[in-house]
């Protein structure tokens, strides 16, 4: 009986083994998990994407920076600034125009936009559009230079980007044409028309 007793004092310890090696060996497994760095998921940042910021200055009621859904017009806008006020020139601004994020939109008043008319070499009557005002898609190089700082290099430029891009639909387009910045622009806004 002594060689059974060895035995199984001999399968008993290799069992122990066994489960000593299992528990050993699900211990190591976990330290090195434990040990990997965890995933770390971005976090999300707000984008365009998730809306507009427009800045509504001018004849309006409520002045202000706004924030807007995405594919709001210049409509929404004037509503969020309660509306224009009474003095605001009558079909200035485009009301249908898609906004874009980050743009000023500036509401001028009637005074403000005769007053700018007159102001462009040539008086108030040197345009090709309605009321004074030189139309974008009209004007020839000649009527385009007699816009503040619209020189023979600008007027073309501005020529060759509607030959180019086709008739401009938007007073804002101006600020693609190279040349004209957002200083610019605001100058044009009230002198010019589609």
Do not use: C
Not at 36 to 47: F, I, K
Not at 65 to 85: F, I, K, P
Not at 101 to 115: H, K, M, N, R, S
């Amino acid at each position: 009986m002594a060689g059974t007793d060895a035995r199984w004092r001999l399968g008993a310890g290799a069992a122990v083994l066994l489960v000593l090696g299992a528990v050993a060996g699900g211990v190591a497994q976990r330290m090195v998990a434990d040990a990997q760095p965890a995933a770390v998921l971005p976090t999300p940042v707000a984008t365009a994407a998730s809306g507009l910021v427009v800045d509504v200055q001018g004849a309006v009621a409520e002045p202000g920076v706004y924030r807007l859904a995405q594919g709001s017009r210049v409509l929404d806008a004037l509503a969020r600034a309660g509306g224009t006020t009474d003095a605001a020139a009558p079909g200035a601004l485009n009301l249908a125009r898609a906004l874009v994020d980050g743009e000023q939109l500036l509401v001028p008043t009637e005074e403000e936009q005769a007053a700018a008319a007159e102001a462009a070499p040539g008086g108030a009557g040197a345009g090709t559009g309605m009321g004074g005002l030189v139309s974008l898609n009209r004007a020839d190089q000649a009527t385009l230079e007699t816009l503040p700082r619209v020189g023979p290099s600008l007027a073309g430029a501005i020529i060759a980007h509607r030959d180019e891009h086709g008739p401009f639909t938007d007073l804002a387009q101006l600020d693609d044409v190279p040349g004209i910045g957002p200083a610019l622009l605001a100058t044009l806004t009230p002198l010019v028309t589609l």
